[in-house]
C-alpha cells in the first residue's frame, strides 16, 4: 500500500513570493502522482498529474511539479503567488493498477499582502 | 464540464438519528466515491462503487452504510449517527477504473451532530 507525507502542514509566504509545497511517498509499485487544491467550502479541483515521460509537469494557475524517483517526491511550486492562491493543498498518488488511491494530510498555504 | 453534485452544503443532525447524504454525478462516470476530511488527517476514503449495486468498503467504514442503485447517484448513510461522525464529507466521481484518471469532487457537506 501507499502512504503520502506532506512535511509542512501550513506554509505562510508573502505575495509575489516563490513557494515550494513538500510531498514524498512510499509505494513498492509504481505510481500516479496528483495535486489537488481546495478552496474554502469547496470541493477539490486537480492542479496536475504526473503518469509518465517528462517528470517536471505544468498545472494549472502557473503550478508546477517535479517527479523525482530516486528521493520519492513530486513537488509542487510557483514562482510567484498571488492572494487567490490561498487554499489547501492535497497531494495524492495512486498506483498503476488502481487498487488504491491515497491523498496526504494537506498542506495550507496563506498567502499574505 | 463536469458536474458532481452534492444535496447539501451544511446538514445539522441529532445523535441517533439516521442520516442520508445524497451525491449525483452528470458524466456518465462508472466509478463513485464517498471521503471524510479532518484536519491534519487529509480525505479519508469511507465506501467507493464500482458499478451500480456494487459497493466496497474503503479505510474507514465503521458506522456507514450506500447505495448505487442508479449510476449517477450515490448516497451514503449514517445508520446510527454518532458526535464522532461530526465531519465534512466529500464525494468524487472517475470515469472508469482506470488509476491514471483524476477524481471530480463535489462542494462537499459539512455535518455537525448534536
Known amino acids: 500500500a501507499q502512504s503520502v507525507t506532506q512535511l509542512d502542514s501550513q506554509v505562510p509566504v508573502f505575495e509575489e513570493a516563490p513557494v515550494e509545497l513538500r510531498c514524498n511517498y512510499s509505494s513498492s509499485v509504481s505510481v500516479y502522482l496528483f495535486w489537488y487544491v481546495q478552496y474554502p467550502n469547496q470541493g477539490l479541483q486537480l492542479l496536475l498529474k504526473?503518469?509518465?515521460?517528462?517528470?517536471l509537469v505544468k498545472g494549472i494557475n502557473g503550478f508546477e511539479a517535479e517527479f523525482n524517483k530516486s528521493q520519492t517526491s513530486f513537488h509542487l511550486r510557483k514562482p510567484s503567488v498571488h492572494i487567490s492562491d490561498t487554499a489547501e493543498y492535497f497531494c495524492a498518488v495512486s498506483d498503476i493498477d488502481g487498487q488504491n488511491f491515497v491523498f496526504g494530510p494537506g498542506t495550507r498555504l496563506s498567502v499574505l499582502p | 464540464d463536469v458536474k458532481v453534485t452534492q444535496s447539501s452544503r451544511y446538514l445539522v443532525k441529532r445523535t441517533g438519528e439516521k442520516v442520508f447524504l445524497e451525491c449525483v454525478q452528470d458524466?456518465?462516470?462508472?466509478?463513485m466515491f464517498w471521503y471524510r476530511q479532518d484536519p491534519g488527517l487529509g480525505l479519508r476514503l469511507i465506501y467507493f462503487s464500482y458499478d451500480v449495486k456494487m459497493k466496497e468498503k474503503g479505510d474507514i467504514p465503521e458506522g456507514y452504510s450506500v447505495s448505487r442503485e442508479k449510476k449517477e447517484r450515490f448516497s451514503l448513510i449514517l445508520e446510527s449517527a454518532s458526535t464522532n461522525q461530526t465531519s465534512m464529507y466529500l464525494c468524487a466521481s472517475t470515469l472508469r477504473k482506470i488509476s491514471n484518471q483524476p477524481q471530480h469532487f463535489g462542494d462537499g457537506t459539512r455535518l455537525s451532530i448534536l
Open positions: 504526473y503518469l509518465s515521460g517528462s517528470t
Open positions: 458524466m456518465d462516470h462508472e466509478n
